[in-house]
C-alpha cells in the first residue's frame, strides 16, 4: 500500500477539512483493501487448509462482511450518543487487534491444538471481528457532514466513496503478488503498521463531533436481523453439500441442523425483525425513511452492487485461476492478480470523471450509467471468458460500473436527506451495501459448488496399490462461472431499473440544491438552499 495515492479533493478545502478527508480517505482505503486483498488466495484457502470445501472458504469473506451489517448501524447510534471520535478510536482500535492476529491465526491453532483442517474456523471467527472495522464507513460519513459545506458534501463523500475502488484495486493486484510471493498471511503482515497507526492518527487528527443525539441502541434489532442473514447464508452455502431437503446436515449440542432448519428458522427471525423495528424508539432501520423514493432506491442500488461486487470478484479470480484441464484458464496467482490491474487503473483513470458527471448532472445519470455497465460488462464476461484478452477486457466496464454506482448512490441519499440525518441515512446506505456485499461471495460459491465435474488431474500410488491411480477432483463447470458472470450483470440490469426512477438532485456552487442537471433559469423562483430545508418530509 505504499506510494498510494487518493483520489483529488474537493477544490477550495481548509487545511484543516483537507486533513479530515485525507485522514477518512486513508481508513476506507485500508478497510477496502483488507476487504479484497485475500480474494485472489481464496483457491488456495482449500488446499491450506486440508481440503476445505468451497462453501467454507467463502465465509472468510462473508463472516467479515456479515458482521458490518450488525455493527453498522451500531456504532452509527454510538457515534451520536457518544461522540463520532470516541466511537473510531474504539473501532480502530478492535480492528487493530483483529488485522495483527489474523496473520497468525495458524500458528494460534496450532499452538492450542487445533488441526489445520479446522484451523480455518479460526481465520473465520478473528475476520467476523475485523468486521467491526466496517463501522467507521458511517462515522466517517457523519464527520465529513460537520466538517464540510452543503456545496462540497458531495464531493467530499464522493472521495470517500471512491476508495472502495482503489482499496479493491489494491487490494486484488496486490494481494495476489504477496500471496504469490510471500504466501496470505503476510497480506496482513504488511497492513500492520497502518493499522495499529488508524488510532492514534484518529486521535491527533479528528475533533470530537459537535452533532449528537442521545438515542438507544438497538441492539435487538441487530441481533435479529444478524441473525437472519447468518442463518439464511448459511443455508444457501451448505446446500449443495448438505442437501436442500436434508434437516440433520450437521449436528450442534446434539441437536440437528439442516438446510431447512435453516431456512424457517433466518424466516422466523427476519419476520420477528420486521415486527421489533416499528415499534422501537430508536430503530435499526428507520422503516419510516424508507418510504422516501430517493432513499430506498439508494438502497435497493446499494444491495444490488454489494452483491454484484463480490460476485465479480469471486467469480473471475476462481475462473482465472481454475486449471485449464477443468475449463478455466489456469493462471497462478499473480498472473490472476495482475489481470484485474486494467480494470483497475480504468477506475482510476475514470472514477474522477463519473465524480464531475454527479456534479454537474446529478447522481442519476451516473447510477444508470453505472448499472448499464455492470450489465453489459458481465454479460460479456459470461460469453467471451475462453479468451484472456476478452475476459479483461470485459472486466473493465463490470468493475467501473460496479464503482459507479457507489459513488452515485452516496450522492443519491446525501442530496436527498435533511442535514441533520446525513450521518443515519449513509449509515443506513452502507448497511444495505454490506448485506449485499455479505450474500456476493455466498451466492456466487453456491453456484459454484452446485455445478460441479470431476475432472482427472494427475496420477499417483495409494498404499497397498503399486499401480499408478488417477487423481480426480471435483470444479466448478464453465457453466457455473457463467452463472456468475450473468448473476453480476443481473444486478446492474436492476441498478438502471432502479436508477429510472430517482429524482435527480444537485448542488449548485452557492450550496443551493436544483433539480436536474442545467442551471436554474435566471427568472425562476428562488431555490431554498439545502442547508435550510425544514425539517418537512423529504422529496419523494
Known amino acids: 500500500m505504499a506510494g498510494t495515492t487518493t483520489p483529488p479533493a474537493p477544490a477550495g478545502m481548509t487545511s ?18 483488507v476487504e479484497t486483498m485475500i480474494v485472489p ?39 451520536d450518543d457518544f461522540g463520532k471520535k470516541r466511537v473510531m478510536l474504539v473501532v480502530m482500535s478492535i480492528y487493530a487487534v483483529a488485522v495483527t492476529v489474523a496473520g497468525f491465526t495458524p500458528e494460534i491453532a496450532a499452538a492450542v491444538g487445533i488441526s489445520r483442517s479446522n484451523a480455518i474456523f479460526v481465520l ?11 463501522g467507521m464507513f458511517p462515522l466517517a460519513f457523519a464527520l465529513i457532514g460537520e466538517e464540510f459545506p452543503p456545496e462540497k458534501l458531495g464531493a467530499a463523500q464522493g472521495t470517500v466513496s471512491a476508495m472502495f475502488a482503489v ?40 475533533n470530537e463531533s459537535t452533532v449528537g443525539r442521545r ?30 431437503a436434508t434437516v440433520n446436515g450437521a449436528t450442534i449440542g446434539g441437536v440437528p441442523i439442516g438446510t431447512p432448519v435453516l431456512f424457517v428458522l433466518a424466516l422466523i427471525l427476519f419476520v420477528g425483525f420486521l415486527l421489533w423495528e416499528p415499534r422501537v424508539a430508536s430503530p435499526m432501520v428507520d422503516f419510516s425513511k424508507l418510504k422516501e423514493r430517493n432513499i430506498v432506491l439508494a438502497n435497493g442500488a446499494a444491495l444490488a452492487s454489494g452483491i454484484a461486487m463480490f460476485c465479480f470478484f469471486v467469480g473471475i479470480e476462481e475462473f482465472l485461476q481454475t486449471p485449464v484441464v477443468a475449463g478455466g484458464l489456469g493462471l497462478d496467482v499473480l498472473d490472476a492478480g495482475l489481470a484485474s490491474v486494467p480494470a483497475s487503473l480504468s477506475v482510476l483513470v475514470f472514477g474522477p470523471m463519473i465524480g464531475k458527471l454527479v456534479g454537474t448532472a446529478g447522481p442519476r445519470p451516473a447510477l444508470i450509467l453505472g448499472g448499464a455497465l455492470t450489465f453489459i460488462g458481465g454479460t460479456t464476461m459470461a460469453i467471451v471468458h475462453a479468451s484472456l484478452v476478452g475476459l479483461i477486457l470485459a472486466s473493465i466496464p463490470t468493475f467501473l ?28 446506505n452502507q448497511t444495505f451495501r454490506n448485506v449485499g456485499a455479505a450474500i456476493g461471495p455466498v451466492l456466487a460459491s453456491t453456484l459454484l459448488s452446485s455445478f460441479t465435474a470431476l475432472v482427472v488431474v494427475g496420477s499417483g500410488t495409494v498404499p497397498g496399490n503399486p499401480l499408478p491411480q488417477p487423481i480426480v477432483v471435483a470444479f466448478p463447470t464453465v457453466a457455473a462461472y457463467e452463472y456468475v458472470f450473468l448473476a453480476t450483470a443481473a444486478m446492474g ?28 433559469r435566471t427568472d425562476a423562483a428562488p431555490t431554498i438552499p439545502a442547508s435550510v430545508v425544514p425539517s418537512s418530509p423529504n422529496p419523494k
Open 124 to 134: 473465520i471467527a478473528v475476520r467476523a471481528v475485523q468486521g467491526i472495522g466496517i
Open 41 to 79: 488466495a481464496i483457491p488456495h484457502f482449500v488446499v491450506f487448509f486440508d481440503g476445505a470445501p468451497i462453501s467454507t472458504v467463502a465465509w472468510i469473506l462473508t463472516a467479515y462482511l456479515l458482521v458490518g451489517v450488525a455493527v453498522t448501524p451500531i456504532v452509527s447510534k454510538l457515534g
Open 493 to 520: 440490469l436492476v441498478t438502471v431499473l432502479l436508477a429510472l426512477f430517482v429524482k435527480n438532485y444537485r448542488y449548485l456552487p452557492d450550496g443551493t440544491r436544483v433539480e436536474g442537471g442545467a442551471a436554474p
Open 16 to 33: 484543516r477539512q483537507r486533513a479530515v478527508l485525507i485522514t477518512l480517505a486513508v481508513f476506507a482505503l485500508m478497510v477496502t483493501y
Open 167 to 206: 482499496g479493491a484495486a489494491l487490494g486484488l493486484a496486490g494481494g495476489a503478488w504477496i500471496t504469490q510471493t510471500h504466501g496470505w498471511q503476510f497480506t496482513y503482515h504488511t497492513i500492520i503498521p497502518l493499522a495499529i497507526a488508524a488510532p492514534f492518527i484518529t486521535y491527533y487528527v479528528l
Open 401 to 428: 460500473g460496479i464503482i459507479a454506482i457507489f459513488i452515485a448512490m452516496v450522492n443519491v441519499v446525501v442530496l436527498s436527506s435533511r442535514p441533520q440525518e446525513r450521518g443515519i441515512q449513509t449509515g443506513m
Open 215 to 244: 438515542n438507544p441502541v438497538d441492539f435487538v434489532g441487530a441481533g435479529l436481523l444478524g441473525g437472519a442473514l447468518a442463518a439464511f447464508l448459511i443455508a444457501v452455502s451448505e446446500g449443495p453439500t448438505w442437501g436442500w
